[in-house]
């Protein structure tokens, strides 16, 4: 079965770095795109960024853009993402997800709060 565990969420002061790591298994990673999601309390999930199959392709949300880098191992099954230049407003639940046909599928999440 598809599983997706994210890792490397914590408490971060403003201005810091986190990097997140989603493990991926169950399917074949290398065919799929991959995203990261995150929600913050009150809010609607929103895509932060994605990458293609292959890495050659990502995009991000304007409010990272700068900022966060995706990235994908197809060897070691996993994505990541690097956030520097953290700011409060980054605070979230940050979650690993893969469309793959027509069900989407999602990691557990790993919280990522930025504060002083």
């Known amino acids: 079965q598809v599983q997706l565990v994210e890792s490397g969420g914590g408490l971060v002061q403003p201005g810091g770095s986190l990097r997140l790591s989603c493990a991926a298994s169950g399917f074949t990673f290398r065919r799929y795109a991959m995203s990261w999601y995150r929600q913050a309390p009150g809010k609607e999930r929103e895509l932060v960024a994605d990458i293609t199959s292959d890495g050659t392709s990502t995009n991000y949300a304007d409010s990272v853009k700068g900022r966060f880098t995706i990235s994908r191992d197809n060897v070691k099954n996993t994505v990541y993402l690097q956030m520097n230049s953290l700011k409060p407003e980054d605070t979230a639940v940050y979650y690993c997800?893969?469309?793959?046909?027509?069900?989407?599928?999602w990691g557990q999440g790993t919280q990522v709060t930025v504060s002083s």
């Open positions: 997800n893969s469309r793959i046909g027509l069900v989407d599928y």
